[in-house]
């Protein structure tokens, strides 16, 4: 039996899944479910959900904040999670790169246990943008590489690559030598999207990315998150109190109350077709 | 040839006996002290008088129990009483903690233990050649002075590293989103709470016999010794004060530390209780 911990799993790209898996030295990787898988050609099956809960409750303080959580996140779209304070949003979102764990149930990534994978990898396959930015000492530069560094990747190609995540999250290089703590809100906020991108992750966890930052700030760093979204195959998965932003930028939408999917699906089918009187109401409220 | 001369320890000169008599008439120190704490209801007065019974309680015990260790003079009763030292350190250095746990107390007293151990070890080995090895009038006083020592910097080490890791939640987790392990996550913290212990030892050998004169130099003075016998003993005295805090520094910090993590590299909840509840 092989209780080696698993790899990570093929390449990033979409067409990852449907490579040829008879040739055992290819991959080594996937999910052992018996030894005649092997000699099966994989199907063009469409490539698993990133995130799916299943029965997921978490507990803090004595209280419980999500109950029996059942939910598939699909990868490559923009997932919003909305619902009233308190409802469990950023409780959801900590547990998809494991910074807190759940106190039942089970959360696949990738349709593997998220629990399978070396923590330090899934974290930078699973970037997090928190609600407050937080900068390190030092300047953007110095913030930026330090994301490499962690992945012991002290490349030569450093600056070219932190030159390419601040293009991506739309930051002017002329801040590169700016100390992190003499930027506005917006640029901060910025700065921690660019040094999540730093690690090439597949998913961008975002809690309330713009709560802190002006309506204009704020929808230029939505269109920001739409094009990585597009452009880079990125998962995003964002806690959102603004709905008119989550209808505008989310192709799915989960709605959370009291630590429960009160409902989920297409951000489109959410917000037209919920016929729940509270949901409606909660949905159609001004913010 | 010896550091010291041993010959030249006890008194060269005749030195003045303070009798029961003459302590009757200090106590009037403390009666000026309570009569400030009365007059302006600092609401101190009582916890004077009971310190200061206290105090001279603790003193004639720990004479009768020095003069009685050192006419005994046995191997065993001298490790006892610096077991006992130790055990009292470590109680002293760990109440009061914030959040303090079971784990705390271990943790200091294994610090205090290895850091005191090595530096009485290396002290009476090498520099001060104590004979017979468990020789009390040694060994007591210099445990003393290196647990003493030692026990604040644990106290402190462990309060800063506490406080830190709590305030430092935000940037930590950012550290662990990254992908960091926890050693990375946590080093300002560490920095800092490592900074915290050791200044109070490093400003001390910057001001020792300038502005300050310790207790230990006075006390052989006092006792007749000659200054430059004093100074020399002090020398050794603050040298390794400096060894066993940076010991026990390190061992308390990079140990607690690990107790606010856990395997899976994430922050733990407790220090999270202080912080309002999120989503």
């Known amino acids: 039996m092989d209780f080696s911990r698993p790899q990570w799993p093929e390449s990033d790209s979409l067409g990852g899944v449907m490579r040829d898996t008879t040739n055992p030295s290819a991959s080594g990787v996937q999910p052992s479910t018996g030894a005649s898988t092997r000699h099966t050609r994989a199907l ?52 998809l790169n494991r910074l807190d764990d759940p106190v039942r149930g089970e959360i696949l990534y990738r349709a593997r246990p998220i629990t399978a994978y070396p923590v330090q990898a899934l974290r930078r ?12 000492p030092g300047t953007v530069r110095d913030n930026l590489r330090v994301a490499l560094a962690l992945g012991g990747d002290h490349g030569h190609d450093a600056d070219t690559r932190v030159a390419e995540a601040m293009a991506l999250a739309e930051l002017d290089h002329a801040l590169c030598d700016r100390v992190g703590d003499r930027l506005s809100g917006g640029q901060q906020q910025r700065v921690n999207i660019a040094r999540a991108l730093m690690t090439s992750p597949d998913v961008l966890l975002m809690d309330e990315p713009t709560s802190a930052l002006d309506p204009a700030t704020a929808d230029r760093l939505m269109e920001t998150t739409r094009r990585l979204s597009r452009e880079q195959h990125l998962t995003v998965i964002m806690v959102t109190h603004r709905l008119a932003e989550a209808r505008r930028s989310s192709d799915s939408t989960i709605v959370l109350e009291h630590g429960r999917i009160v409902a989920s699906g297409q951000t489109a089918d959410v917000f037209e077709r919920t016929t729940d009187p509270r949901i409606r109401a909660f949905l159609t409220m001004e913010h | 040839m010896m550091f010291f001369d041993h010959s030249t320890f006890t008194a060269s000169r005749a030195i003045v006996d303070v009798s029961w008599f003459d302590l009757g008439v200090a106590f009037g120190l403390i009666l000026i002290a309570v009569g400030i704490a009365r007059w302006h209801g600092v609401g101190l007065a009582q916890r004077l008088v009971v310190g200061a019974v206290r105090a001279v309680a603790q003193l004639v015990l720990v004479g009768y129990v020095l003069v009685s260790l050192f006419a005994l003079d046995r191997w065993y009763l001298v490790v006892v009483a610096l077991l006992l030292m130790l055990l009292v350190a470590t109680q002293a250095a760990v109440t009061r903690q914030p959040g303090a746990r079971r784990r705390l107390v271990m943790i200091t007293g294994v610090a205090l233990l290895v850091a005191s151990g090595v530096t009485l070890l290396y002290i009476s080995t090498l520099v001060v050649r104590v004979a017979p090895w468990y020789n009390p009038q040694y060994m007591i006083p210099l445990f003393g002075m290196i647990v003493g020592s030692a026990m604040n910097a644990a106290a402190l080490a462990a309060e800063r590293l506490h406080r830190e890791i709590t305030a430092r939640r935000a940037e930590i987790e950012a550290y662990l989103a990254l992908g960091a392990h926890y050693d990375y996550a946590s080093h300002h913290a560490v920095r800092q709470a490592m900074r915290a212990a050791l200044i109070p030892t490093v400003n001390g050998l910057m001001v020792v016999g300038v502005v300050t004169l310790p207790g230990m130099m006075t006390g ?19 040298f390794m004060q400096a060894a066993a805090v940076a010991m026990t520094t390190a061992i308390v910090t990079l140990w607690y530390r690990r107790t606010f993590f856990t395997p899976a590299l994430q922050l733990k909840s407790e220090t999270q209780e202080s912080l309002s509840a999120r989503d």
């Open chain 1, 44 to 95: 063009p099956t469409p490539r698993p959900a990133a995130f799916t809960l299943k029965g997921v409750s978490q507990v803090k303080a004595g209280i419980t904040v999500l109950d029996g959580i059942e939910v598939d996140m699909p990868h490559g779209e923009i997932i919003a999670l909305v619902g009233p304070s308190g409802a469990g949003k950023t409780s959801l979102l900590r547990l």
């Open chain 2, 220 to 238: 052989q003075i006092l006792a007749g010794a000659s200054p430059l016998i004093a100074i020399r003993y002090q020398i050794v005295v603050v």
């Open chain 1, 125 to 136: 396959q699973v970037g997090f943008v928190f609600q407050s930015p937080v900068i390190f």
